[in-house]
Structures are given as structure tokens and as C-alpha cells.
């Protein structure tokens, strides 16, 4: 079938079912991800002979076969994520706010799901379940396009999830795949106006961009994460020293991770060389600015366009400022409005960063990669929503949702 | 110059004006609000004289010329919105939420502006000063882009408010409107990604279909409003035409008017006639159903497409239908999940209805025409949201801001 008639039937279906799953109860929605888990252990054979296929086409990087690769553990880990998720409150018994009119109506503003998700992704065969996990639960049907090269794996777990679905009598169309990993299905859910409510890319930066460009469907988008960490002259020396190893390289490879360290003119002869030598023992290469190769000038020089580069890897952007107004100035030019940290001792210089970062996540004497919804408590995330508007930062259960109004009269018209 | 790069250029400016705002305090931004107000005024002979120039140039109907001419009084109406929306609480001062995590960080979920919000607007000239003061107390930026009728009066408009912000000490650069009200412009808005962050229509469904089909930039849509009352066997008799009547015919026009009346076919027989007797007192004619015109055989005969009309019109789609669920269902098959009544006293159908609904609005005993930023005790609205993420309803300060978070720590870092 023609990927758009078979996306238009597909969205029709999921908004079928979405509503049916909004309209059940909460233990109908954890009896499903109960089900769907105990349904991923069930097809264990199928669901690795599945992956086995993908692997043996596969023909790339070892990294991306490592993550391609599933193993009964990955399975099992799977299979657990579904009932953590289970047992995370319910989103949707949430009333945001209740307040009564002096003509006596009473409006209460309630979460509510969004609708229809499509999810597009290239990453891990483990998104899709985790995705499809963390709309079950918000009540919200999902639509899933995983890259080519999982495409045996995603079809596998979708069956067994379907399964548990089905199990639990909600109806299967909650959770669909793509029939098959072509682009036209791409560009079908980009132009599904009207039949997806909401597209969430999860993948490297060329996706993510196309996403936006071309989608005619509103967009949770994740992508860059271009973070600072500024060490201010107040900083305490074994604290900035502590954070800065830790948001560069605990793992390069998160959208959390720091990309440049900004550094005061005051505190950087005596600093920047110990923090160069931690980062070093840990394997981090440096692009470093004039002022910062003065202080140690065995340093890569950096070129213009290396602070505006998310490295995503063992390298690290460093300029040295004049206090905390710099810093901003710095930030507000090459930053992504992601995750930015500050190490101070001084509150009043860490309130004014504060407030003077516009990003979706300033942090306080803390390491960047706390940006993730494990993190903040939200028990799962399914990206970290780097727009402006309806989510900002880790994107969990709450953030699926949106909300409506009920308004309780007792005949009260308008004048 | 270009449409493109005057877009550009003023979105840039708006940018940096708009930080600006951000970190100012409140009292900055409603002490620029009233030196607007004291503006408009000081400007009127100028701005009337500008309206003379649009009011001369136009050749459409009466009813638009009537929204397109200002007077005295409606320019002091304008002076004395920005002053009420200067004493409406911040939308900034908001902590959203905030909580401490095990490891001692505190995580705190705070509301911030949009950034730069892009309106296009056909109506009224009035409609882009109320919209200035909404972005301004809400600490954004605006490029208007207003209908070509009116654009000396906008332009005229803008040039006051821009008084007021410079002489509070404001950069005007914080309200700025398109150079002329070519169709290049609108482009360029739409094209805007990076630039603008979010764009508001409002005006005529071809326009606001345009912007959502067309749009670079997320977009909060006003579209259609295909709203419903039903009448439940249970409603009470007097209640019930106190509400279809000012459901319908208080104002036809606005997105809140109800545009079909469902009727229990229990009651049909009885309260029927008298619904409509009550409606045709009004001026309002009727596209009924083959039930409908058995109880009351001079209706007008519906056509199919009568049920997905908006008619904003004196004109009443009717349907009879068996009991809640039908409803629900003609409601699903025919609604445009914007605001959607039930008048029964049944407290357990209120309930049922209330649930199965998707409407931004749902209202129990109560006028559809309460759909509506006032009504709810927003003080003023930009408009309607009909998109399911970010915002739905009433859009008022509130739904200006976005959040962040703040990420307080002691030294944390991530294991």
C-alpha cells in the first residue's frame, strides 16, 4: 500500500483507539503495560531471531551494532522498563487548576492526552518500547517509524506489544509501526496534518532538522544541546573541578554534556591548568581561545566555528571571559538555549546567570548532565524538548499530555 | 527592502529587545504599559487621522467598515485595555513547581516568555494593540502584521506605543509592525524559523489555514469553532432555552456561538417547538434533520454538509439523537474540539459527557459563549487556541509564557 493511504488508515485507527485508551481507567492502562511486558518475555525467540536478521545486514560501526543488538538481558530490561513505567503516577489524574467565577461557574483546567503521536526514530531497537510504554501510559496512541536498519527488531517487539494489548482488551491500534522503513512513510507522517497530533524525532541532527523543515504536524523537537559550564572566579577550585570532569566526561555523547568551558580571566592561571590535567587523565582533547592558550599553550587553537560545534565526543571548547556578563554574552551568541551551569560561591552572581540564561535547564553548582528525566524524577523521558513552547528540557509522562477545561454551570448564560 | 530581510533585521532586533524585557521587573513592564496608554491618547489626532486614510481607501461592507473606524472613544477604549492589562498579576512571577531530589538537588520549574512571537491579523485595528500589551506584560517580543485595510491605523498605533516604551525606557524594538501589508511579509513570517517562535493568526479560516499549512514556525491556532449544545432528556425545560438561546444568538459571530443543537429524541416532541419558537423570536433560521422536521415540519431540510458548517451566522444546525452516547458521537464525527455543552440535571450524564468529550471546552448547564479569556478571568485574550499542544482555550498571559528550569546544587554530580 501507498505509505500516506496506509499512514491516513494507520492515524485513523490510533485515533480510534486513543480515544478509547483516554476514556478507559487508569488500572485498564497498567494492566496493558503489564501485559505488553509479560507479552515481550513470551516472544523472546522471535523478538532475537527478529534482531538477528537486522544484525547480519547491518554493516556499519561497531558503536551502532553494540546498540543495534539485542540480548534476552535487553529484552529483560525492556520488559521491566514497561512495568516501571506502570507504576509511575498517572498523568492524567491531574487537575492543573480549579477556581469558581463570580457568576458561579466553576472551571477546573484537567490534563488530557494529546492525541495521536508519531515518533520517528533512528536510534536503539529499545525506543520504540520505551516510547510506546511512555504514550500508553499518558493515553496517547503512538505511531512508530524506527531506522531501516531495526526494522526486523521494531516489527518483532510492536507484535509482541500489540499482543499484550490485545490481552489486556485495549484495543491494538494504540501501538503501530510503519509497514516497512521507506522515507515515503517519513514524508507521509511530515505532512499527516489532521491525522497526527504531535511528531517526535529522536535521532541525529540532519533528522531532527529535516523534521522541522518539512513537517506540517506540530513537533516535540530534541536537538542540540550546545551546554556551557562557566567556572566564575568565585567558583570553589575542587567543586568546578569535580563538575567540569564530570559534564564534559562522564559521557561525551548525551545531549547533556558540556560543550564549552567558560572560564574567568581572575581564577583561570590558576585553574584552567588543573582542570586541563583532570580532563586530559580522562582522554579530553581542548579548542581553546588565545587568552586560554596564553595560560597553557599546549592547547588546540580554536577555530571560530568550534564554539558553535556540539562535539558530542572527548573535545572540549574553552574561552576565557571577564565575569559573568561576558559569559551570557558568550552564551546567548553560540548556545543552543539547552543546559548551562554556573560554579559559584557567590549567590548573587549565580542568580543573575540564573535569570540571565534563557536556557530550557540552568543549573547552580551542579554538572550539565543532569539534564534527563531519570534525573529531574520523572521516572522515563522520551527526549529532551529543545523549542520554546509547550515542553522545554526532559520530556516524561506530564509532558505527553496537554490539557482542556470543564466549565460546571447551574444555567448561567452570557449577558 | 525585501520582505525577507526586513523580517530578519526585525526579528533580530526584536530578539535582543525582547531579552531585554525578560530581565527587566515587572514594574518596568507595567510602568511601560501605562506610558502606551498615555501615548495612544497623546497620539490621537494622529491616529484618527491615519484611520481617515484606511476608513477613505475602503469599498467592503458596512459591518467591516464599522470594525475598521475609529473614534475617540474606541482609541480611549484601546488606552484603558493596556492600563488593565498592566494591573493583571505577572505571568512571569510563577514557580510552576519545585522539588528536591534525593541527592539534595532543587529543581525548580519556572514560567518564562515565548521569546519572539510573530501575529498576523486581519481584524480590527484595535486587535493589534491588545495584542502588544499581552506580549509586553508577558515579556515578549511582537512583529504585527496586520490586515492591508488597516495598515496606516496600525502603523499610526505602533508609532505611539513605541513612544510610550521609549519614554518608559523600553527599546521599541520590544513592538514592531510589517513596513506594508504585502503578501511578501506574511511569507516571510511563515518562513521565519529561528527568527520568530511563534506565530498567532487571527483572522478569517483561509488565512489561519494558510499560516497552519504553510508555517515554518509552531503555530497557535484560533480556527474553527463547530461547537454543540446537547439537550438531554433531563435537562430542565427553562434552563435549556435560556442556554440554546444565548448558546446561539447572543453573538453569532464569535468562535464560542454554538452552531448545532442536539436534542434527546425523549424531549424532542415537547421542547423542540418551543426552542425554536424562541430562536425564530431571535432571527435565527434552522438546518434540521429528518427527526427534527417530523416535530417541527417547517425547518429547513439539512444537507450532510450542514453538520460540518460553521456558520457564525444566525442560522442552527438541529439533530435528534438517542441519548448521550449519540451525541458524543455526532460530536466526534462533526466537532472541531472547541467548546461543546450538555445541559442536563442529571449529575452522572453531566459526568459521562464531560468525560467523553475532547473539546478545549466543556460545559455542563452552562452558554457556549463562555468560551471566551474574560469570561474565565484571563482579563484579556489573544485569542482562541483550537491545537491540542501548548495551549487550548482562552489564550491569556498565562499562555504567553513558557517554563524552565532552575537546577540548584551543592556540588552535585551524576554517577
Same mark, same amino acid.
Given at each position: 500500500? &501507498?505509505?500516506?493511504?496506509?499512514?491516513? /488508515?494507520?492515524?485513523?485507527?490510533?485515533?480510534? =483507539?486513543?480515544?478509547?485508551?483516554?476514556?478507559?481507567?487508569?488500572?485498564?492502562?497498567?494492566?496493558?503495560?503489564?501485559?505488553?511486558?509479560?507479552?515481550?518475555?513470551?516472544?523472546?525467540?522471535?523478538?532475537?531471531?527478529?534482531?538477528?536478521?537486522?544484525?547480519?545486514?547491518?554493516?556499519?560501526?561497531?558503536?551502532?551494532?553494540?546498540?543495534?543488538?539485542?540480548?534476552?538481558?535487553?529484552?529483560?530490561?525492556?520488559?521491566?522498563?514497561?512495568?516501571?513505567?506502570?507504576?509511575?503516577?498517572?498523568?492524567?489524574?491531574?487537575?492543573?487548576?480549579?477556581?469558581?467565577?463570580?457568576?458561579?461557574?466553576?472551571?477546573?483546567?484537567?490534563?488530557?492526552? $494529546?492525541?495521536? #503521536?508519531?515518533?520517528?526514530? &533512528?536510534?536503539?531497537?529499545?525506543? !520504540?518500547?520505551?516510547?510506546?510504554? /511512555?504514550?500508553?501510559?499518558?493515553?496517547?496512541?503512538?505511531?512508530? %517509524?524506527?531506522?531501516?536498519?531495526?526494522?526486523?527488531?521494531?516489527?518483532?517487539?510492536?507484535?509482541?506489544?500489540?499482543?499484550?494489548?490485545?490481552?489486556?482488551?485495549?484495543?491494538?491500534?494504540?501501538?503501530?509501526? =510503519?509497514?516497512?522503513?521507506?522515507?515515503?512513510?517519513?514524508?507521509?507522517?511530515?505532512?499527516?496534518?489532521?491525522?497526527?497530533?504531535? #511528531?517526535?524525532?529522536?535521532?541525529?541532527?540532519?533528522?531532527?532538522? %529535516?523534521?522541522?523543515?518539512?513537517?506540517?504536524?506540530?513537533?516535540?523537537?530534541?536537538?542540540?544541546?550546545? *551546554?556551557?559550564?562557566?567556572?566564575?572566579?568565585?567558583?570553589?577550585?575542587?567543586?568546578?573541578?569535580?563538575?567540569?570532569? *564530570?559534564?564534559?566526561?562522564?559521557?561525551?555523547?548525551?545531549?547533556?554534556?558540556?560543550?564549552?568551558?567558560?572560564?574567568?580571566?581572575?581564577?583561570?592561571?590558576?585553574?584552567?591548568?588543573?582542570?586541563?590535567?583532570?580532563?586530559?587523565?580522562?582522554?579530553?582533547?581542548?579548542?581553546?581561545?588565545?587568552?586560554?592558550?596564553?595560560?597553557?599553550?599546549?592547547?588546540?587553537?580554536?577555530?571560530?566555528?568550534?564554539?558553535?560545534?556540539?562535539?558530542?565526543?572527548?573535545?572540549?571548547?574553552?574561552?576565557?571571559?571577564?565575569?559573568?556578563?561576558?559569559?551570557?554574552?558568550?552564551? =546567548?551568541?553560540?548556545?543552543?538555549?539547552?543546559?548551562?551551569? $554556573?560554579?559559584?560561591?557567590?549567590?548573587?552572581?549565580?542568580?543573575?546567570?540564573?535569570?540571565?540564561?534563557?536556557?530550557?535547564?540552568?543549573?547552580? *553548582?551542579?554538572?550539565?548532565?543532569?539534564?534527563? !528525566?531519570?534525573?529531574?524524577?520523572? !521516572?522515563?523521558?522520551?527526549?529532551?524538548?529543545?523549542?520554546?513552547?509547550?515542553? %522545554?528540557?526532559?520530556?516524561?509522562?506530564?509532558?505527553?499530555?496537554?490539557?482542556?477545561?470543564?466549565?460546571?454551570?447551574?444555567?448561567? $448564560?452570557?449577558?
Amino acid at each position: 500500500m &501507498e505509505a500516506t493511504e496506509h499512514l491516513r /488508515l494507520a492515524a485513523l485507527a490510533a485515533r480510534d =483507539a486513543g480515544h478509547q485508551l483516554a476514556r478507559g481507567s487508569e488500572a485498564a492502562r497498567n494492566a496493558a503495560l503489564a501485559a505488553m511486558a509479560h507479552a515481550l518475555r513470551d516472544g523472546m525467540r522471535e523478538i532475537l531471531a527478529a534482531n538477528a536478521l537486522d544484525v547480519a545486514a547491518y554493516h556499519g560501526s561497531a558503536a551502532f551494532l553494540d546498540r543495534l543488538t539485542l540480548t534476552e538481558a535487553r529484552v529483560e530490561a525492556m520488559a521491566r522498563g514497561l512495568e516501571e513505567v506502570a507504576a509511575l503516577p498517572d498523568p492524567l489524574q491531574r487537575t492543573l487548576a480549579d477556581w469558581t467565577r463570580p457568576n458561579g461557574l466553576r472551571i477546573q483546567r484537567i490534563a488530557t492526552p $494529546i492525541g495521536v #503521536i508519531g515518533m520517528i526514530y &533512528e536510534s536503539r531497537p529499545n525506543v !520504540g518500547a520505551d516510547a510506546s510504554a /511512555l504514550c500508553l501510559k499518558s493515553g496517547n496512541a503512538v505511531i512508530l %517509524r524506527g531506522g531501516s536498519d531495526s526494522a526486523h527488531s521494531a516489527k518483532a517487539i510492536n507484535v509482541a506489544l500489540q499482543r499484550g494489548l490485545a490481552a489486556s482488551g485495549l484495543p491494538p491500534a494504540c501501538i503501530q509501526v =510503519a509497514p516497512n522503513a521507506d522515507r515515503a512513510y517519513v514524508a507521509a507522517m511530515l505532512a499527516g496534518a489532521g491525522l497526527l497530533d504531535l #511528531i517526535i524525532p529522536r535521532g541525529g541532527k540532519s533528522l531532527v532538522e %529535516r523534521v522541522q523543515r518539512d513537517a506540517r504536524v506540530p513537533v516535540l523537537a530534541h536537538a542540540e544541546g550546545l *551546554n556551557h559550564t562557566y567556572v566564575h572566579e568565585a567558583a570553589d577550585p575542587a567543586m568546578a573541578r569535580r563538575i567540569v570532569a *564530570n559534564a564534559k566526561m562522564r559521557r561525551t555523547g548525551v545531549c547533556g554534556a558540556t560543550e564549552t568551558l567558560l572560564i574567568d580571566r581572575a581564577v583561570a592561571p590558576s585553574l584552567l591548568p588543573v582542570l586541563v590535567a583532570d580532563l586530559r587523565a580522562l582522554g579530553c582533547d581542548f579548542r581553546a581561545d588565545a587568552a586560554a592558550r596564553d595560560i597553557v599553550p599546549d592547547l588546540h587553537a580554536a577555530a571560530a566555528a568550534d564554539f558553535d560545534t556540539e562535539w558530542l565526543d572527548s573535545i572540549l571548547s574553552v574561552a576565557v571571559v571577564d565575569g559573568v556578563d561576558a559569559a551570557l554574552a558568550h552564551i =546567548a551568541a553560540h548556545g543552543s538555549e539547552h543546559t548551562d551551569a $554556573i560554579v559559584t560561591e557567590d549567590a548573587a552572581v549565580a542568580e543573575h546567570f540564573l535569570r540571565g540564561v534563557d536556557s530550557a535547564v540552568a543549573l547552580w *553548582n551542579a554538572s550539565t548532565q543532569f539534564c534527563d !528525566g531519570g534525573e529531574f524524577g520523572f !521516572g522515563a523521558e522520551i527526549g529532551i524538548a529543545t523549542g520554546r513552547i509547550h515542553a %522545554r528540557g526532559p520530556v516524561g509522562l506530564e509532558q505527553l499530555t496537554t490539557y482542556r477545561y470543564l466549565v460546571l454551570g447551574t444555567g448561567q $448564560i452570557r449577558p
